[in-house]
């Protein structure tokens, strides 16, 4: 066996007050249900993905599990869900434990870590036309037999 690595695809999103945020569109698996969002959060430091609980009963997600989560704010109640991350230049991913907490969040989705480990291996702020960008590269190991 041995591995290579292929261009998944490219996210660009402009650069503001040293966050980067990204338009997501998340859904369903099971009902294919879908809402935009503009404004999600790429945040390093999150281990998972957290999607508010507004977003989770819009989409009629069921809970898969019931517990706790610790935030920078403290530990807070919280159940899990499976959804579905569409970003708009192709990366689709399907997440089995997302996390939706019993407090209100400032945005309504934050894009963790286990989306990122699914293969970003650039990062880099890019300027075009005199505005500033976030650039992620997405590369995604694949095995061939």
């Not at 969002?37 to 790429?42: E, Q």
């Not at 997302?98 to 989306?115: A, T």
Request: proline content about 3%; hydrophobic content about 40%.
């Amino acid at each position: 066996m041995c591995f290579h690595k292929d261009i998944m695809f490219r996210q660009l999103t402009q650069f503001s007050k040293q966050r980067i945020l990204v338009p997501v569109k998340v859904r369903n698996i099971n009902t294919r249900l879908s809402i935009d969002i503009n404004d999600a959060l790429w945040d390093t430091g999150a281990v998972q993905t957290v999607i508010s609980k507004d977003i989770a009963k819009c989409l009629q997600l069921k809970p898969t599990s019931i517990g706790k989560v610790d935030t920078a704010n403290g530990t807070v109640r919280s159940w899990t869900v499976s959804c579905e991350f569409e970003l708009p230049d192709g990366g689709v991913f399907e997440i089995e434990n997302v996390i939706v907490p019993d407090n209100n969040l400032k945005g309504h989705v934050v894009l963790g870590m286990d989306i990122m480990s699914f293969g970003i291996s650039q990062i880099k702020t890019i300027n075009i036309d005199n505005q500033k960008y976030i650039e992620l590269l997405f590369e995604i190991n694949k095995m061939a037999i």
